[in-house]
């Protein structure tokens, strides 16, 4: 057993979260309150951080005086919180789902639809033919405008099962990615805390 | 003004920034490259400003739960208290605080992983009650799933070379091409929500509803 202060923490950290599988209970609650309060405080400080590095500090060290209108727009969005201007929190929000909305929109259209068709018509092998096939029957399902009848049919048919079968994928892969997590837990309890396991 | 100014605003920072990715990259046009690349890192800075009023919000929960001495005061204590001392010491000594990271190791750390692993139970459990196979496609989906959950696990390749082997070109082929035209879909939702956005018809980011 080991006695080593963090890994005791540690350990007990982990059977108060697992505890919940078997049922809501106070240990259970404090390390759930303990997590969201140290998850919420790393990321006040890492947006710290970033306010830090990227504004105050071109600011202060090259004289780069253009910072203070995304810091004021940042301390405009507080403006919520007073009742007669809180109007005002709708322009920094406007900027930034404007910015949002720009990046998510060019990454859409290149990286989610332009690449991956390209990707999709480089036919080099069976397999890149079953690909192709498989998304055009993918796409098929999705078309809604007029519903394809005879041996059209089929294609949107096949679609359907192409997608339970990437739907079984993403499901197996998941529980395998939450599995080795869980083995992970499992290996450090009974390991290095309490080295019942080699 | 205070409704339609914040729409003509988000639509010009988003037109920019498309357009930043899509010209040529001539000398004419390099005021919006530039413009572009600046938007995008206030993006980052307005951002971290708007991470503080969730954690403001969270705060003020948490404090009028403890000063009206709810029964659950004492986890709110907890919240509060951690989140308190993280913030200082993250922002007075820098993340390489001993107790800093003594908090986001010990703590932080080994909850996140425990949370996501006992997701394990009930997706075991989900799947236990929902996987009736009833119909061709709930029998594909099922088969699916096993055959990538023993292709992932060494017990699988002990069965049979079968399984590590379908389940990499399941995951290659069909997934991809599954995978592919969902996101082809959502590509193109993203682009007609956003012109829905840049003509004004929805602004419920604004807080405003039509």
């Known amino acids: 057993m080991s006695l080593d202060f963090g890994i005791w923490v540690e350990g007990l950290v982990t059977i108060a979260m697992l505890s919940y599988v078997w049922k809501e209970n106070p240990f259970y609650r404090i390390a759930e309150h303990l997590y969201v309060g140290i998850s919420a405080g790393h990321a006040v400080v890492m947006a710290w951080g970033n306010i830090r590095d990227a504004a105050v500090k071109p600011m202060q060290e090259e004289g780069q005086l253009v910072w203070i209108i995304p810091i004021l727009l940042g301390v405009l969005l507080y403006s919520r919180y007073f009742k007669g201007i809180s109007w005002i929190a709708r322009y920094p929000v406007a900027v930034m789902v404007g910015i949002g909305t720009g990046v998510a929109v060019r990454g859409a259209i290149h990286g989610d639809f332009v690449q991956q068709i390209s990707a999709t018509i480089s036919v080099g092998s069976v397999n890149d033919i079953l690909l192709l096939v498989f998304v055009i029957a993918s796409l098929s399902y999705f078309f809604f405008s007029r519903e394809l009848k005879g041996p059209m049919g089929t294609v949107p048919q096949l679609g359907r099962t192409v997608l339970m079968v990437a739907f079984g994928a993403a499901f197996g892969t998941t529980v395998m990615g939450r599995m080795a997590l869980l083995i992970g837990r499992i290996q450090f309890v009974l390991g290095d805390w309490l080295g019942i396991m080699k | ?137 709930s029998w594909v989906l099922l088969i699916t799933a096993v055959i990538v959950m023993l292709g992932k696990a060494p017990i699988g390749s002990v069965i049979s070379g079968f399984f590590p082997t379908a389940a990499d070109w399941i995951q290659a082929i069909p997934n991809t091409a599954g995978m592919r035209a969902i996101m082809m879909g959502a590509a193109l939702g993203v682009v007609s929500s956003a012109v829905k956005m840049f003509l004004g018809l929805d602004r419920t980011y604004l807080g405003l509803r039509d």
């Open chain 2, 1 to 137: 003004m205070k409704n339609s100014l914040p729409v003509a605003i988000m639509t010009v920072i988003a037109l920019i920034i498309i357009l930043d990715f899509f010209v040529a990259d001539a000398p004419s046009v390099q005021w919006i490259k530039q413009s572009g690349l600046v938007l995008r890192s206030w993006g980052i800075v307005i951002a971290a400003f708007a991470m503080g009023l969730g954690a403001v919000n969270l705060l003020r929960r948490h404090t009028v739960a403890i000063s009206r001495r709810e029964p659950e005061a004492l986890y709110s204590v907890v919240l509060v208290g951690s989140m308190v001392i993280i913030i200082i010491l993250g922002i007075a000594y820098g993340s390489d605080h001993p107790t800093y990271s003594f908090l986001f190791s010990n703590i932080l750390s080994p909850a996140s992983a425990t949370m996501y692993a006992s997701i394990a139970f009930y997706i075991v459990t989900a799947a236990y009650r929902s996987f009736h196979a009833r119909s061709f496609e």
